[in-house]
């Protein structure tokens, strides 16, 4: 029996929020967070997705961004909850514990940094382009590790989650529902970029550069473009990452976590709308679920994307489809 | 002063030299057919048009250089081309293959559609899942939505059923009759060409032969360079 993908999307978003609002009324909190830890990864890669669904990039070094987002939301939190100035030479500012001035400056910051890592990347395709992301990956990586005005190696804590007017965003649930808010926001201009005539110019750009160039489209431009917006919402996701635990760390910047983005996408379904909310919910329920059995889970998820890469090529969404292809 | 001129171009791949001095004018709304046995320049003058190789010599669109210019923004001065092959985009489906292409101006989904049914009718269908045929209506149709000044045909009809090279010989003498856009063709077919062709002409060993009206084009002269 197969089953259509909107009945699939509408059935996983109803899930999602469901599950929350039952652990509301049962009184689990913890689950509530492990749900919201399941939307913001599902945020991060939803971004990657675009690059890597529709566009066909694989990057490998997306966590550049999601510690991006973090590192922008330690930085300006710190700055005002020690009442410290920061001081970038040209601008002073106090910092904030406003969530929508921090989302800005991590979807700026993300944004202006993919497009540089773009620029260069971009020149590049194949194994290449794997390389050269996650070179920049590590860079980052490292040079968070040697930042030792915010924490180096150990991070940096933040007492207090961020402010969002009209909400206690303390409240985990009131947190949730600023997460799937925007995750419902993102889907949606997903899901609109994808089958606007720029979504579509992307995938046909993934499928031959040189035809796309013979309807007037620079695929470089198109790429580019994608890139950034994709480095932007990843950026978004890890400041609501770095809110959700308080704390940033260098590992918000590691090569594991890129992957764990690219797995997320895989286990769902590459280039579908909901394959990385899927995959975001699978992967953070077997680390719940396995990692209370044993701490070597990720052997259990190895076989899982191994069986899902060779048996279900479409992702769980295509095995429940039957459709292999994200497209049509 | 002509539309497209093309004067004594030159163009290698690596070091094999494929054209040796090709000379190619073309007015407004005129219909070419490029023509010369396998091998003798025709889709390589086609890639050099488009900038899709380096090539040197005079090319200028409506006074426009073309060496100035990236291969995208060539198709953006107007030049459509329907490459040899077909390629529509195979995981997008037919109006999606068309709504990627599109850019202001006459030719819309609908124009689209009117020229050929059968994209009308499988609008919804992934290219790759078309026949051949289709494909190259879908190819025409995709060159079409960037509302070209000059279409550009590399063997369209090449490897087609009969019915279906009907259908797109139909569609390009409509296309002469009801715009004003310039067409260059590259068929195998005489009789097709000669009919919807004003000029004509003949390359060899990457060099223009021969250039005249279709009317003058006499049997001996198509035998001697053509074969047929």
Same mark, same amino acid.
């Given at each position: 029996?197969?089953?259509?993908? &909107? ?59 999601? !510690? ?24 002073? $500012?106090? @910092? ?26 971009? &020149? ?19 040079? *968070? ?6 924490? @180096?190696?150990? @991070? ?7 402010? =969002? ?15 799937? *808010? ?15 005539? =720029? ?8 499928? $031959? ?22 480095? *932007? ?8 990452? *770095?809110?959700?635990? &308080? ?64 048996? !279900? ?7 429940? $489809? ?7 | +002063? ?5 004067? #004594? ?27 010369? /046995? ?13 900038? +899709? ?11 426009? #250089? ?9 198709? /953006? ?8 092959? %077909? ?7 037919? %109006?999606? #293959? ?38 190259? +209506? ?8 960037? #509302? ?16 279906? /090279? ?7 003498? /409509? ?38 009206? +279709? ?8 035998? %001697?360079?053509?074969?047929?």
């Amino acid at each position: 029996m197969t089953l259509d993908e &909107r009945y699939i999307n509408g059935l996983v978003l109803i899930g999602l929020l469901a599950l929350p609002l039952w652990a509301l009324a049962t009184d689990e909190p913890f689950t509530i967070t492990l749900v919201t830890r399941a939307v913001i990864l599902a945020l991060a890669a939803v971004g990657l997705n675009l690059i890597l669904g529709i566009g066909g990039m694989v990057s490998f070094g997306h966590a550049v961004f999601f !510690g991006i987002g973090g590192y922008a939301m330690g930085i300006l939190a710190y700055h005002a909850q020690t009442y410290t100035a920061l001081d970038l030479g040209f601008f002073e $500012t106090d @910092g904030t514990n406003s969530m929508p001035v921090i989302w800005l400056v991590a979807m700026i910051m993300s944004a202006i940094v993919a497009f540089f890592i773009g620029l260069l990347s971009l &020149r590049t395709s194949g194994v290449y382009f794997i390389m050269i992301t996650l070179a920049f990956g590590q860079m980052f990586f490292y040079f *968070a590790i040697s930042w030792a005005q915010y924490g @180096g190696e150990d @991070g940096l804590s933040i007492y207090v989650r961020n402010g =969002f007017p009209g909400l206690n965003t303390l409240v985990p649930i009131q947190f949730f529902g600023i997460c799937f *808010a925007l995750l419902c926001i993102v889907l949606f201009l997903f899901s609109r970029l994808q089958s606007s005539p =720029f979504g579509l110019a992307l995938n046909a750009a993934r499928q $031959t550069n040189a035809r796309v160039e013979t309807v007037g489209l620079n695929p470089m431009h198109l790429k580019l473009l994608a890139f950034v917006i994709s480095g *932007a919402i990843t950026g978004l996701a890890g400041a609501l990452f *770095a809110d959700l635990n &308080r704390f940033v760390s260098p590992t918000m910047f590691s090569w594991q976590l890129s992957g764990e983005l690219i797995v997320l996408i895989i286990i769902g379904g590459v280039g579908r709308l909901m394959g990385p909310v899927i995959g975001a919910c699978v992967f953070v329920a077997l680390e719940h679920f396995l990692g209370e059995l044993t701490e070597f889970w990720h052997v259990y998820l190895g076989i899982i994307l191994l069986c899902i890469v060779l048996f !279900g090529r479409g992702g769980l969404i295509g095995l429940l $489809t039957g459709k292999e292809g994200a497209h049509v | +002063m002509s539309f497209l001129t093309v004067q #004594n171009l030159t163009a290698t791949y690596g070091v094999s030299q494929a054209l040796f001095g090709v000379d190619l004018t073309m007015a407004e709304g005129e219909v070419t057919a490029l023509m010369g /046995r396998n091998g003798m320049g025709k889709s390589t003058t086609v890639k050099a048009v488009c900038q +899709m190789i380096r090539s040197e010599g005079t090319l200028t669109l409506d006074g426009l #250089n073309l060496h100035d210019l990236p291969s995208h923004k060539v198709a /953006r001065k107007g030049v459509g081309l329907v490459p040899e092959g %077909r390629r529509c985009f195979a995981d997008l489906t037919v %109006r999606e #293959n068309l709504v990627a292409a599109a850019r202001p101006g006459d030719w819309n989904m609908a124009k689209v559609t009117e020229l050929f049914p059968r994209l009308g009718e499988r609008e919804s269908q992934r290219a790759a899942s078309l026949s051949g045929g289709e494909q190259q +209506m879908l190819a025409i149709g995709r060159a079409l939505m960037t #509302n070209p000044r000059l279409l550009i045909l590399d063997e369209a009809t090449e490897g087609l059923a009969p019915i279906i /090279r009907q259908e797109i010989w139909a569609a390009l003498r /409509r296309l002469k009759q009801e715009t004003s856009v310039a067409i260059l063709l590259i068929d195998k077919s005489l009789k097709e060409l000669a009919a919807v062709s004003d000029k004509a002409v003949i390359l060899e060993r990457g060099k223009t032969v021969w250039a005249g009206a +279709m009317a003058d084009l006499t049997p001996e002269i198509s035998e %001697r360079y053509v074969g047929v």
